[in-house]
């Protein structure tokens, strides 16, 4: 089973920076970032291959996020630049057992337990 662990969650003031580091165990998999507000369904934010050299976006978050991955170091990172009172959520990392990106969340089989962004205004 592969074990991940999100960090770097908080609160920020709009315009605001902030960074999202997931340790994962076991294998290096295709990675993503979503997040999920209260009462809204589990969203995709961004997604990166296994060896890193694809990523996709979220057209929400385009032009301001950026996913990252250091394999040698088992890390996935999100960074968040001029976040927004609309960013708030929880975020959740999470890995497939396959290096192919996928943007959905049903794709995935191993989930972190969620670091809490809150982005005031």
């Known amino acids: 089973q592969v074990q991940l662990v999100e960090s770097g969650g908080g609160l920020v003031q709009a315009g605001g920076s902030l960074r999202l580091s997931c340790v994962a165990s076991?294998?290096?998999?295709?990675m993503g970032w979503f997040r999920q507000a209260p009462g809204k369904e589990r969203e995709f934010v961004a997604a990166i291959s296994g060896n890193g050299g694809n990523t996709y976006y979220a057209d929400s978050v385009k032009d301001r996020f950026t996913i990252t991955r250091d394999n040698a170091e088992s890390t996935l990172y999100l960074q968040m630049n001029s976040l927004e009172p609309e960013d708030t959520a929880v975020y959740y990392c999470?890995?497939?057992?396959?290096?192919?990106?996928?943007?959905?969340?049903?794709?995935?089989?191993?989930w972190g337990q969620g670091t809490q962004v809150t982005v005031s205004s």
């Open positions: 076991g294998r290096t998999y295709a």
């Open positions: 999470a890995a497939r057992r396959d290096i192919i990106l996928r943007t959905q969340a049903r794709e995935y089989d191993y």
